[in-house]
């Protein structure tokens, strides 16, 4: 069974800032993960695919980096629109979850 | 690419959760995907539930399989879910949604499914 540990469990950073946020995986990854952000009320947004590659209309704020076990969700220059919480996912396992406040 | 959860908002425990995705703006038979359901308890993270691909093979969480099943209409552009023996902790938003391998680029907006008598 594959276990997600993400962290930290809720953030808190400035407009402007940037946000780094991480995800291990139980076990080696080789394909399928990616990262979404979901807002109240709203369906999970894909975000980063392939650990590093943007999905279609994402900005260039949103970078991912990682592989192996150990992955990294980075958002530059922060704005409020980025409070929301955001999972990890490999295959057919999510992550609990960062929540991040602007 | 549209998708739209549809079904019953109440059932009662031990009774079968049926929910249908309705798909529009492209046909469900076309391409290599795979349709998903994934749910998600209020206030908690998302649980992906089980998917079925364009040719009618299934995948199933193991910790639903033997409570889950998922099968495809092409001529009406639909994939349904059927979730038996529920109880209380199946209470949540369940979402549909399309993806290219494992990653799920279509979401349906979610549609909160209570178990409760």
């Known amino acids: 069974e594959v276990v997600m540990t993400q962290s930290p469990a809720t953030l808190s950073v400035s407009p402007g800032e940037r946000a780094t946020l991480s995800c291990r995986v139980s076990q080696s990854v080789s394909n399928g993960f990616a990262w979404y952000q979901q807002k109240p009320g709203q369906a999970p947004r894909l975000l980063i695919y392939?650990?590093?590659t943007r999905a279609s209309g994402i900005p260039d704020r949103f970078s991912g980096s990682g592989s192996g076990t150990e992955f990294t969700l980075t958002i530059s220059s922060l704005q409020s629109e980025d409070s929301a919480v955001y999972y990890c996912?490999?295959?057919?396992?999510f992550g609990p979850g960062t929540r991040l406040e602007i | 690419v549209q998708l739209q959860e549809s079904g019953p908002g109440l059932v009662k425990p031990s009774q079968t959760l049926s929910l249908t995705c309705n798909v529009s703006?492209?046909?469900?038979?076309?391409?290599?995907?795979?349709w998903s359901w994934i749910r998600q308890p209020a206030g908690k993270g998302l649980e992906w539930m089980g998917r079925?691909?364009?040719?009618?093979?299934?995948d199933y969480n193991p910790s639903l399989k033997s409570r889950v099943s998922m099968s495809i209409d092409k001529s009406t552009d639909q994939f349904s879910l059927r979730l038996n023996s529920v109880t209380a902790a199946d209470t949540a938003v369940y979402y549909c949604?399309?993806?290219?391998?494992?990653?799920?680029?279509?979401w349906g907006q979610g549609i909160l499914v209570t178990v409760s008598s």
């Open positions: 703006g492209g046909s469900i038979g076309s391409g290599s995907y795979y």
């Open positions: 949604a399309r993806a290219v391998l494992w990653r799920w680029s279509y």
């Open positions: 996912q490999q295959e057919g396992t």
């Open positions: 392939g650990a590093s």
């Open positions: 079925i691909s364009t040719s009618g093979s299934t």
